[in-house]
């Protein structure tokens, strides 16, 4: 069996945007488009896409919301109801003026003077202004709340340092819009969101994150609270993988959303947003992935085995083919995780060695390769993708059990590739987390030093508010430094800020991030 390594060209301790952007076009995921900071999503990551949206709307589904749908433009005017929220994006807004174009003079085409549009038309960046129209036609009573909606959509954000998943003009992700009685309702369901998007991250995607609120000055714009899950990527930088938030009754009042209620007022209702976006799919790329390509957990792999037959393309091969396909109804015949188990047998021409290194650079969980000696004695060779290589002999870590012991075991095998590669995401975030720091010189040398990946600090602060915050931010710019949230669970603050000297009231984390 060929022993040859067809690892990436780079490393991820060389360059890790260079290696991210590798894994990216050697996984067969996506490709530049030709339209400025947009994609091409190819059928593999467009798959994976396909497996987070599935088990994340399962998981959306069953608090209660219903998905729905709504237009991507959104007349400007929206947007001026609520200065905070069009402050926010106006950087950022895609515009549509025209709706005809003609013949140039010189030539091509050029929008038509005479089909200017009375309004301009805003290219969806989010959609809580043009929901909260809808709400307020919806919601006349307390009976009609609380109103739950979801929908899976594009939104365009016009970015100008652009990467793909992590950072596009254009991108997926599922919003979430709720409208309630009162804030203490609405302030749980912001809670219970977070925490839906936590366990989704982990359990799913394993990504060990961190949830918390965000700072006064990260909060997403119009709203009263914002809530994020932070993940650490392999370089130590932070990736804001879910936010979740508090729109108290700004956007309500923007729109006009109230309800009588159980006393006959006119009551304006508490509302919340929350999303998550094909960023995460960058996210799992920079948390699993290695020098010789992606690793996907297998709860949202496409495929979670893939059968290679050695074939010679002589009449053996129907024999080979027909021994593997034993073994792919099988393990299609089972679940793991709680769903039916995804089995690919790979017939395409061409050397299996090839195909295998194929399917480990897109990340597939377990490859089986079976020749005609493996046929003869009733055995398999298999792959894990997390353990790719004996340490002892560098060569593949084949595991050659018999063809039913694989159909048996290869369930649990994927099951336990799921819980190892979250062990190993939550033991890099806390052996990089530092905690004890009291000083900022201490924060200067330790992001300024000599660590290539210096990952986060926890430090602890008096919650500034104004003119203070605003010196904390510029102070951490400076040195390319976030407040990324205040975690839920950590210990009370027992000491002074930080920055200001007075007595704390948290933890916060600091990092670089994307």
């Known amino acids: 069996m060929a022993q040859i390594r067809h690892a990436l060209n780079t490393k991820r301790a060389d360059d890790f945007a260079a290696w991210y952007q590798e894994v990216i076009s050697a996984a067969q995921m996506a490709e530049e488009s030709g339209v400025r900071g947009c994609m091409v999503i190819k059928p593999w990551g467009y798959g994976i896409w396909e497996r987070m949206q599935r088990l994340l709307d399962d998981r959306i589904k069953a608090t209660g919301h219903e998905n729905c749908y709504f237009p991507i433009f959104i007349p400007l005017s929206n947007f001026a109801r609520e200065a905070e929220h069009v402050d926010g994006f106006a950087k950022e807004m895609a515009v549509v003026t025209h709706h005809r174009l003609i013949a140039g003079p010189e030539g091509g085409l050029i929008p038509d003077p005479e089909a200017k549009l009375e309004e301009p038309l805003v290219v969806r960046p989010t959609s809580e202004t043009i929901i909260g129209d809808a709400m307020a036609r919806w919601v006349q009573s307390w009976r009609d709340l609380p109103l739950k909606l979801n929908q899976w959509a594009n939104v365009v954000r016009w970015e100008m340092r652009t990467r793909m998943f992590l950072r596009t003009s254009e991108f997926l992700w599922q919003e979430g819009h709720t409208a309630h009685a009162d804030e203490a309702e609405a302030k749980e369901h912001t809670l219970r969101m977070l925490e839906v998007y936590r366990a989704f991250a982990d359990e799913d995607l394993s990504l060990a994150v961190v949830a918390g609120e965000k700072p006064e000055n990260e909060r997403f714009p119009g709203a009263v609270e914002t809530w994020s899950i932070e993940a650490m990527m392999q370089d130590g930088k932070a990736l804001q993988a879910g936010t979740s938030?508090?729109?108290?009754?700004?956007?309500?009042?923007?729109?006009?959303?109230?309800?009588?209620?159980?006393?006959?007022?006119?009551?304006?209702?508490?509302?919340?947003?929350?999303?998550?976006?094909?960023?995460?799919?960058?996210?799992?790329?920079?948390?699993?992935?290695?020098?010789?390509?992606?690793?996907?957990?297998?709860?949202?792999?496409?495929?979670?085995?893939?059968?290679?037959?050695?074939?010679?393309?002589?009449?053996?091969?129907?024999?080979?083919?027909?021994?593997?396909?034993?073994?792919?109804?099988?393990?299609?015949?089972?679940?793991?995780?709680?769903?039916?188990?995804?089995?690919?047998?790979?017939?395409?021409?061409?050397?299996?060695?090839?195909?295998?290194?194929?399917?480990?650079?897109?990340?597939?969980?377990?490859?089986?390769?079976?020749?005609?000696?493996?046929?003869?004695?009733?055995?398999?060779?298999?792959?894990?993708?997390?353990?790719?290589?004996?340490?002892?002999?560098?060569?593949?870590?084949?595991?050659?059990?018999?063809?039913?012991?694989?159909?048996?075991?290869?369930?649990?095998?994927?099951?336990?590739?799921?819980?190892?590669?979250?062990?190993?995401a939550l033991e890099r975030r806390e052996a990089n987390i530092t905690r004890g720091v009291t000083d900022f010189a201490t924060v200067e040398a330790h992001f300024g030093g000599k660590a290539k990946y210096p990952g986060w600090v926890e430090v602890q602060w008096s919650k500034p508010t104004g003119d203070a915050l605003d010196k904390v931010v510029d102070r951490l710019k400076a040195h390319k430094l976030t407040i990324r949230n205040v975690p839920i669970g950590s210990a009370p603050a027992d000491g002074a800020c930080l920055f200001t000297g007075e007595p704390a009231v948290e933890r916060v984390l600091l990092a670089k991030a994307y």
């Open 245 to 424: 938030h508090y729109l108290g009754t700004n956007f309500a009042q923007a729109s006009g959303i109230q309800y009588q209620d159980r006393e006959g007022t006119q009551t304006y209702a508490h509302t919340t947003s929350w999303g998550v976006s094909t960023r995460m799919v960058g996210g799992v790329i920079m948390t699993h992935g290695d020098d010789d390509g992606l690793r996907l957990p297998p709860k949202i792999a496409p495929q979670q085995v893939i059968i290679l037959p050695m074939l010679r393309d002589d009449d053996s091969d129907a024999a080979l083919i027909d021994y593997c396909e034993g073994l792919r109804a099988t393990l299609a015949g089972q679940h793991v995780m709680g769903e039916p188990l995804r089995v690919l047998l790979d017939t395409r021409p061409g050397k299996a060695a090839q195909k295998r290194w194929d399917w480990v650079r897109k990340g597939a969980p377990v490859v089986v390769e079976v020749g005609g000696r493996d046929m003869e004695n009733g055995v398999v060779s298999m792959l894990r993708r997390d353990r790719l290589w004996d340490e002892a002999s560098g060569k593949p870590a084949f595991q050659t059990p018999t063809r039913e012991v694989a159909g048996k075991t290869i369930p649990d095998v994927l099951a336990d590739m799921q819980a190892t590669l979250l062990t190993a």
